[in-house]
């Protein structure tokens, strides 16, 4: 069964991994890039890596980003002389950006080169950028304007927000690439992912809408909200600060029109009614997934229900 | 005392350091830069850096080259990428690659990208770039020709040496910084470094020879060459390969008219007489230096010398 992943962060990165578990090479994973940015001269692409060395079997899973068992001593020096350090680079993953940047300035589109790093790591699902063209999320805050990494990581998510744009977005196109896996999977799955900045941005890309909406097959998400929480803080926060209740059928109500199926916790199972009711089909399980055999077995679920 | 010094290689570190223990900041370091070259998008400056990282009492002194301590990470990624891994970069050396590279492409010259790096370390001398223009030695060998870090790192000095030139030298010109150091010196000393390859790129920046020459103080150099082996190896094998005796007497010879005094090593003291006829006095000691003892030593003896 060909399957299309859309997805960003740990939660997006996780449920990849058990896709590709069940139907490896056939797997194709679109990520969001709204997260992109420059250090140190080279362009990091952070949710973009957590998806690779998931993928690869390499991610620290205990701080959900990076490479396991890194080391930080090109950090340290960095420090030593004085330079930007808030974003902790390790020592291995330097390389992934190293050779990103010098793929894409030898004239490779970003997808090409993440096509290419993935392999060279093993990984057998395709990983597609969500576009060639650079596109810079914008948060606005009680602090003001800050580029996401800047929220993010270095001010660990503390501001309160109130907005956000996709800086580019205008320019984005969806790839080659993206829609031959659109027109060709047999289902569509919406990993859990934060539906402001992990997914939004991937939907926002021109073409990506309608490429979904024209597929004729299961499209379904999962939520990234279960009973009120979210595994990285930060989305349900989001809810909060943008006046929403951060809940499963809030996300639904969110994913209008992209999706016909949710997969929800059955921590939350008192609100599949209102999600029937915004004319979707519901499935109930657990979905909060830690381990790889956790992610292997939902991801498992979902490719049963739709086959 | 105010001293100028140039030189090139783990020789010309080791007096360079010698001469900071006994006149600290009243050092400047005249430093080749015909070695430097581009690796994964990154500019990288290895005699510039060896003598930054001796001075900084920071550098492997077991390998000749890079930080000591350092890790190897971020290359073992770099060849799982499959990417280029023939020259060796240190986790903690990359840091200064990184910040140099970015540095130069803010628009800051090599001269006071080095000074800054230099000083973020606690290094007291000034270390001085000989040109702020890019300068690539090329050797034409038995192999072909080769840029020098392909023939010095990749290849281990092995293809035998037909002839050099350096790339980019006739827009290479003396910079102000290094105006003022040759200008103010009480004494310029001339580093045990190899003549062809580490010195003559610095002499040959325009502008240089006749302010060493111009000087009205002492211009004293010191032999790579002891009992006719050098002890980087390299250097014996170049004199060798371009037909010459590799000897102190040689040494002397190549600088003539840019030094007037030399010193020599007690195993070559019967070479004495012959540099005598050059026009140049002679001090003999031991300058086979290996220890920081050893180096501080030696420069003493200089700075009496010329006192």
Chains 1, 2 share one sequence.
């Not at 699902?125 to 606005?140: C, G, Q």
């Not at 969806?174 to 939907?203: D, K, M, R, Y």
Request: one cysteine or more; a neutral charge.
């Amino acid at each position: 069964m060909k399957l299309t992943a859309l997805g960003s962060g740990v939660g997006g990165a996780g449920l990849a991994d058990g896709l590709q578990r069940v139907v490896g090479e056939n797997l194709a994973v679109i990520v969001n890039t709204g997260d992109n940015f420059d250090l140190h001269g080279l362009r990091l692409a952070p949710d973009l890596d957590t998806v690779m060395y998931t993928l690869a079997d390499i991610a620290n899973s205990e701080t959900g980003s990076g490479i396991a068992g890194d080391t930080f001593n090109n950090l340290d020096m960095i420090s030593r002389y004085g330079g930007e350090d808030w974003f902790r680079i390790g020592d291995r993953e330097l390389a992934t950006h190293l050779l990103r940047t010098q793929l894409l300035k030898g004239g490779s589109t970003l997808t090409r080169t993440t096509l290419s790093l993935a392999q060279s790591l093993g990984v057998r699902a395709r990983i597609l950028p969500m576009a060639n063209e650079p596109v810079a999320t914008i948060v606005n805050t009680n602090a003001g304007e800050l580029a996401f990494q800047e929220y993010f990581v270095h001010r660990r998510w503390q501001p309160i927000l109130k907005s956000y744009r996709f800086y580019g977005i205008d320019k984005a196109r969806v790839t080659p690439e993206i829609t031959a896996a659109l027109q060709t999977a047999q289902a569509i799955i919406f990993c859990p992912s934060n539906p402001f900045v992990g997914v939004e941005p991937i939907l926002s890309v021109k073409g990506m809408r309608d490429l979904i909406k024209q597929a004729r097959v299961p499209r379904i998400a999962v939520s990234p909200i279960i009973g009120g929480e979210s595994l990285d803080g930060v989305t349900a926060k989001m809810f909060k600060e943008l006046g929403m209740e951060p809940s499963a059928f809030q996300v639904a109500r969110l994913l209008r029109g992209a999706i016909d199926r949710f997969v929800l916790d059955r921590l939350d199972e008192a609100q599949a009614p209102l999600i029937k009711d915004l004319g979707m089909r519901v499935w109930v399980t657990d979905t909060l997934v830690r381990t790889q055999a956790d992610r292997e077995r939902l991801a498992r679920e979902i490719v049963e229900w739709v086959s």
